[in-house]
């Protein structure tokens, strides 16, 4: 297995093995978002701007509340993350909240694999704490590119991972 595939696969098994313990923590906020609160914060929503009618692109979507935010606000939505036990959750919140979303378990470097056509989407959105973890970024940035409508824009609001570390 080549360095990249290895990585792949210890990254995935790091998420598949957060995202219970993600779903039932009180930092997702879960009993809010089931009631409607919106997980999107002040700057995502206001690089979005209005989304109603929008395809809309979610990149590393983990469960899927920034997705099924998006999808309350109006916009046609995807959400992509590469881990299957995330993916499951997402699919069974939107039905659970009666919420339109396609969901698609794919690492970013082959998505383009799974979507219709390239230059669909309006907007592509990637949030906080996903950078990081990806171990290079020319071929999810070709991804973006290529998922992109001329004209469509990309909202990236992340941070450095230091910011853990801090008080």
């Not at 790091?14 to 919106?38: I, N, P, T």
């Not at 499951?88 to 378990?105: P, T």
């Not at 973890?133 to 409508?149: D, G, I, K, Y």
């Amino acid at each position: 297995m080549n360095d990249s595939k290895a990585y792949l696969e210890i990254n995935r098994a790091y998420w598949d093995a957060r995202v219970e313990s993600h779903w039932l923590s009180d930092f997702y906020q879960m009993k809010a978002f089931r009631v409607g609160w919106c997980s999107l914060k002040d700057p995502e929503l206001g690089y979005l701007g209005e989304v109603r009618g929008f395809r809309v692109l979610h990149l590393q979507c983990h469960f899927g509340q920034d997705t099924l935010s998006l999808a309350r606000r109006g916009a046609q939505v995807t959400g992509v993350d590469f881990s299957s036990l995330a993916i499951q959750k997402a699919r069974a919140l939107a039905v659970e909240m009666n919420l339109k979303a396609e969901f698609i378990c794919r690492d970013i470097a082959s998505l383009m694999e799974d979507l219709p056509t390239t230059g669909t989407f309006e907007r592509v959105m990637c949030t906080y704490g996903t950078l990081g973890w990806l171990p290079e970024l020319q071929t999810w940035a070709s991804s973006v590119a290529a998922a992109l409508r001329p004209g469509g824009s990309l909202v990236l609001v992340d941070f450095h991972p230091v910011v853990w570390m801090l008080d």
